[in-house]
């Protein structure tokens, strides 16, 4: 027997289609559904990659006798963070509202049948521990509460929602100080381990990304440290590639083990950005990056292609081992033993050292995660990642979500264009085409653009600001790397598409088309990823440029007005935003972001992979044959074989030669 979400396209969802849960999908009718029979609406949020979210299905929604208790006193509704974010967004303010700024997946939230939420939380254990309730407490003290004391309820319930929707963004009237910005930034740095804050440390794709615009030496230290900390650490998958999406100590030495497709599409293009941001002489630490960047891409090439040609949503934490038995990472562990098996005594002792795998181990039971120590030999540490790699192919695999998302791809294409063209390598440029064309083909509908897919059908939601811009990104740097003009019209179409869809009446962007909730989702945090207003931000710059509209820029600049005071108040937390400052304040110093022409019919020649390794933040490098069109007047009266730089409105000396590139670039004007 199924219940209702066995038809879903979300794999998360599809993963309670055989409870005995009567789980709905968020929907009018759910939602009448409540009101009808005048119960509260059991409302749980989570991922199909989300290890807790697989705890608590399991020790809870499995169960018959609980099933039957929510089923008589609830409407339950089962929501995918990643299909509908806008909801999650919602629901999880209300849920750090409600919990001292505490949340986290899964969500677990009981609404009225309006949807007001009137309690919230997160994990729910099967039995009491202390401090914590068990589920069945709460769902017998919700349902009792919603029969003897209903007014008292809708009641608080109006009043949480009063005070979440009556919140002010802040305002700043002024730039912030990116002097002091750094300074905040530099005061949360780990001088030990690399990286922001304690534990759990996240990557931080977006802040290292600011940090090596300027590239001055106290930045780039700050960046280079961090990101050649992560690619050693146990954070890193250092045999199959990609990173798992956090480390649970500061030392990056023990992941939460689920990967993610959005932080290693960005992870890739940052790693990328850091190698060219690292000078020829320290050859060691740009080696690492280059390893890194193709161990990204060699995972996504591998483990997350769907068959059309999206790359899907994630691969979960958890596996079995040899006796079926789940456990959280042990697909990636290792221990002294098992390197010797899969590899003979010499070179398993020789793994043992350079990943630091011991007797006691660094996770549960004398396994160890894989640690990069010291400089190895490259060549030889390949083939020894090889071998293991096939030997871990023959244990259980972790499951596959297999969701196709809009935003997560669009970062994923824009990430590996720029890595072909800055590694010379053509594979990646095809790769990211591919998934554009998916994205053509199955998530652009009647003008508007589909957040999510699966096998090939699109959903109806329509994306939010994150998508709309991070595809339209990435379809600019798809008509600058192969001179088609047709993405840029894609692009172009999409941001003002977006203007539409999402403005804001403060200039900003909302993150989602209104959901008809109590409130319109609309962060302004740069976490892991962009928010939706900088995602547009970066969007409406690269179309404006690229198309010569300058009214797109203007654009930009009002929406970036919105982000100050995020960057001025928390600049760890702002980091596309802070980015976007760094860019601005060097554009005031006379660098602004170049448009570099490269005529020519070889989109991977030596003019052009210079310019794509020597550009400064915020540029585009255009390459298309003489007497191209669709691209304005960058290719009027143009000639093969030169290379041209503008800067606003002034335009250097074409030259012929790559070595004479760099001249051009960085001029100020």
């Given at each position: 027997m199924?219940?209702?979400l066995?038809e879903?396209?979300?794999?998360?969802?599809?993963?309670?289609?055989?409870?005995?849960?009567?789980?709905w999908?968020w929907?009018?009718?759910a939602?009448?559904?409540?009101a009808?029979?005048?119960?509260?609406?059991?409302?749980?949020?989570?991922?199909?990659?989300?290890?807790w979210?697989?705890?608590?299905?399991h020790?809870?929604?499995?169960?018959?006798?609980?099933?039957a208790?929510?089923?008589?006193?609830?409407?339950?509704?089962?929501?995918?963070?990643q299909?509908?974010?806008d909801?999650?967004?919602?629901?999880?303010?209300?849920?750090?509202?409600?919990?001292?700024g505490?949340?986290?997946w899964p969500?677990?939230?009981?609404l009225?049948?309006q949807?007001?939420?009137?309690?919230?939380?997160?994990?729910?254990?099967?039995?009491p521990?202390?401090?914590?309730?068990?589920?069945?407490?709460v769902l017998?003290?919700?349902?009792?509460?919603?029969r003897?004391?209903?007014?008292?309820?809708?009641?608080?319930?109006?009043?949480?929602?009063?005070?979440l929707?009556?919140?002010?963004e802040?305002?700043?009237?002024?730039?912030?100080?990116?002097?002091?910005?750094?300074?905040?930034?530099e005061?949360?740095?780990?001088?030990?381990h690399?990286?922001?804050?304690?534990?759990p440390?996240?990557?931080?794709?977006?802040l290292?990304?600011?940090?090596?615009?300027?590239g001055?030496?106290?930045?780039?230290?700050?960046?280079?440290?961090t990101?050649?900390?992560?690619?050693?650490g146990?954070?890193?998958?250092?045999?199959?590639?990609?990173f798992?999406r956090?480390?649970?100590?500061?030392?990056?030495?023990v992941?939460?083990?689920?990967?993610?497709?959005?932080?290693?599409?960005?992870l890739?293009?940052?790693y990328?950005?850091?190698?060219?941001?690292?000078?020829d002489h320290d050859?060691?630490?740009?080696?690492?990056?280059e390893?890194?960047?193709?161990?990204i891409?060699e995972?996504?090439?591998?483990?997350?292609?769907?068959?059309?040609?999206?790359?899907?949503?994630?691969?979960?934490?958890?596996?079995?081992?040899?006796?079926?038995?789940?456990?959280?990472g042990?697909?990636?562990?290792?221990?002294?033993?098992?390197?010797d098996?899969s590899?003979?005594?010499?070179d398993?002792?020789?793994?043992?050292?350079?990943?630091?795998?011991?007797r006691?181990?660094?996770?549960?039971d004398?396994?160890?995660?894989?640690?990069?120590?010291?400089?190895?030999?490259?060549v030889?540490?390949?083939d020894?990642?090889?071998?293991?790699?096939?030997?871990?192919?023959?244990?259980?695999?972790?499951?596959?979500?297999?969701l196709?998302?809009?935003?997560w791809?669009?970062?994923t294409?824009?990430?590996?264009?720029?890595?072909?063209?800055?590694?010379?390598?053509?594979?990646?440029?095809e790769?990211?085409?591919?998934?554009?064309?998916?994205?053509?083909?199955v998530h652009?509908?009647?003008?508007?653009?589909?957040r999510?897919?699966?096998?090939?059908v699109?959903?109806?939601?329509?994306?939010g600001a994150?998508?709309?811009?991070?595809?339209a990104?990435?379809?600019v740097?798809l008509?600058?790397?192969?001179?088609?003009?047709?993405?840029?019209?894609?692009?172009e179409?999409?941001?003002?598409?977006?203007?539409?869809?999402?403005?804001?009446e403060?200039?900003?962007?909302?993150?989602?088309?209104?959901?008809?909730?109590?409130d319109?989702?609309?962060?302004?945090?740069?976490?892991?990823?962009p928010?939706?207003?900088?995602a547009?931000?970066?969007?409406l710059?690269?179309?404006?440029?690229?198309?010569?509209?300058p009214?797109?820029?203007?654009?930009?600049d009002?929406?970036?007005?919105?982000?100050w005071?995020?960057?001025?108040?928390?600049?760890?937390?702002?980091?596309?935003a802070?980015?976007?400052?760094?860019?601005?304040?060097?554009?005031?110093?006379?660098?602004?972001?170049?448009?570099?022409v490269?005529?020519?019919?070889?989109p991977?020649?030596?003019?052009?992979?210079?310019a794509?390794?020597?550009?400064?933040?915020?540029?585009?490098?255009l390459?298309?044959?003489?007497?191209?069109?669709?691209?304005?007047?960058?290719?009027?009266?143009?000639?093969?074989?030169?290379?041209?730089v503008?800067?606003?409105t002034?335009?250097f000396?074409?030259?012929?030669?790559?070595?004479?590139?760099?001249?051009?670039?960085?001029?100020?004007v």
């Amino acid at each position: 027997m199924v219940n209702r979400l066995a038809e879903s396209s979300s794999d998360y969802l599809r993963q309670h289609a055989h409870q005995s849960v009567d789980w709905w999908e968020w929907s009018d009718a759910a939602l009448a559904e409540a009101a009808g029979r005048d119960v509260p609406i059991l409302l749980s949020v989570g991922y199909a990659s989300c290890h807790w979210c697989h705890v608590m299905s399991h020790e809870s929604f499995d169960d018959h006798s609980v099933a039957a208790y929510i089923n008589e006193h609830f409407v339950p509704i089962k929501v995918d963070r990643q299909q509908r974010p806008d909801l999650d967004a919602v629901f999880m303010t209300a849920t750090q509202a409600m919990n001292n700024g505490n949340g986290g997946w899964p969500m677990t939230a009981f609404l009225t049948p309006q949807g007001r939420p009137f309690f919230t939380g997160t994990y729910f254990p099967p039995e009491p521990q202390p401090g914590m309730p068990s589920f069945r407490q709460v769902l017998e003290a919700a349902a009792d509460g919603w029969r003897t004391r209903k007014d008292k309820i809708v009641m608080s319930a109006d009043y949480v929602v009063e005070l979440l929707t009556g919140r002010v963004e802040p305002v700043a009237d002024a730039a912030p100080d990116l002097r002091a910005a750094v300074d905040a930034v530099e005061a949360d740095f780990d001088l030990i381990h690399g990286g922001f804050g304690t534990s759990p440390k996240f990557p931080a794709p977006t802040l290292i990304d600011a940090l090596l615009v300027k590239g001055d030496p106290r930045t780039l230290e700050l960046a280079q440290r961090t990101l050649e900390s992560m690619a050693r650490g146990g954070i890193y998958d250092q045999v199959g590639g990609g990173f798992h999406r956090y480390a649970v100590d500061p030392g990056w030495v023990v992941p939460h083990f689920e990967k993610m497709l959005y932080d290693n599409a960005l992870l890739l293009g940052t790693y990328v950005r850091g190698w060219r941001r690292t000078a020829d002489h320290d050859s060691g630490l740009r080696a690492l990056f280059e390893r890194t960047a193709y161990g990204i891409v060699e995972w996504l090439e591998r483990e997350m292609v769907g068959e059309e040609g999206g790359f899907v949503a994630g691969l979960d934490a958890d596996s079995c081992d040899i006796r079926g038995a789940v456990h959280e990472g042990i697909f990636y562990l290792w221990n002294p033993e098992l390197l010797d098996d899969s590899l003979g005594a010499e070179d398993g002792a020789w793994a043992a050292e350079v990943f630091h795998v011991t007797r006691g181990g660094t996770f549960e039971d004398g396994l160890s995660t894989l640690q990069l120590r010291g400089r190895p030999d490259f060549v030889r540490l390949e083939d020894m990642c090889g071998r293991l790699l096939a030997e871990r192919e023959t244990r259980f695999r972790p499951a596959t979500d297999n969701l196709v998302v809009a935003a997560w791809n669009g970062w994923t294409i824009s990430s590996l264009v720029q890595g072909a063209l800055v590694f010379d390598e053509p594979a990646w440029l095809e790769l990211a085409l591919r998934a554009a064309m998916y994205l053509v083909d199955v998530h652009l509908t009647d003008g508007d653009l589909r957040r999510t897919s699966r096998d090939g059908v699109a959903d109806t939601h329509v994306g939010g600001a994150e998508d709309f811009g991070a595809v339209a990104e990435a379809f600019v740097a798809l008509a600058a790397a192969t001179g088609d003009p047709a993405w840029l019209r894609r692009a172009e179409a999409l941001v003002d598409r977006a203007v539409e869809l999402f403005g804001h009446e403060d200039g900003g962007f909302y993150d989602a088309v209104d959901a008809g909730l109590f409130d319109r989702a609309r962060s302004l945090t740069d976490n892991v990823t962009p928010s939706g207003t900088s995602a547009m931000i970066a969007a409406l710059r690269a179309v404006g440029l690229l198309s010569e509209r300058p009214e797109l820029v203007a654009r930009a600049d009002l929406a970036a007005r919105t982000k100050w005071a995020g960057v001025a108040e928390h600049p760890r937390f702002a980091g596309a935003a802070l980015a976007d400052l760094m860019i601005s304040d060097e554009a005031r110093r006379g660098l602004k972001p170049a448009v570099a022409v490269v005529v020519s019919d070889d989109p991977f020649g030596e003019l052009t992979r210079a310019a794509w390794r020597l550009a400064p933040a915020g540029s585009i490098v255009l390459t298309a044959p003489e007497g191209a069109e669709g691209f304005g007047s960058y290719l009027e009266s143009r000639v093969d074989g030169l290379a041209y730089v503008c800067r606003g409105t002034v335009c250097f000396d074409p030259v012929s030669d790559y070595a004479e590139l760099k001249t051009p670039l960085w001029s100020r004007v």
